[in-house]
């Protein structure tokens, strides 16, 4: 079946920085576009980063741009978030997800995601 493991959440002082990663298991992931989304508390998911199967192409949502970096580890299917010069308005639960129908083309819809992790807490105090 395959599933995604989120990590490297927590509490972090605005102007503070995070990594997140996304760790596959069970099947890989290592050739398709994978996304990281986020949900803040009373809001819907929204998107926040994307990148190809083999990283040639990365798209980030206008609030992060310049802030967060999108990468990945094929050989370990990893895929991870660098969250640099944070903001309270970023706390929110990231999930990370697979889009197995696309390898190098992005989308940003929550629907053509099929694999979800569980998601891990970022909180940023100010």
């Known amino acids: 079946q395959g599933y995604l493991v989120e990590s490297g959440g927590g509490l972090v002082q605005a102007g503070g920085s995070l990594r997140l990663s996304c760790a596959a298991s069970g099947r890989t992931f290592r050739t398709y576009t994978m996304g990281w989304f986020r949900q803040a508390p009373g809001k819907e998911r929204e998107f926040v980063a994307a990148?190809?199967?083999?990283?040639?192409?990365?798209y980030y949502a206008g609030s992060v741009k310049g802030r967060f970096a999108i990468s990945r580890d094929n050989s370990d299917d990893t895929v991870y978030l660098e969250m640099n010069s944070l903001k309270p308005e970023d706390t929110a639960v990231y999930y990370c997800a697979a889009d197995t129908t696309r390898h190098t083309t992005i989308i940003t819809t929550l629907r053509d995601y099929d694999y979800w992790g569980q998601g891990t807490q970022v909180t940023v105090s100010s």
């Open positions: 990148i190809s199967g083999r990283g040639g192409n990365r």
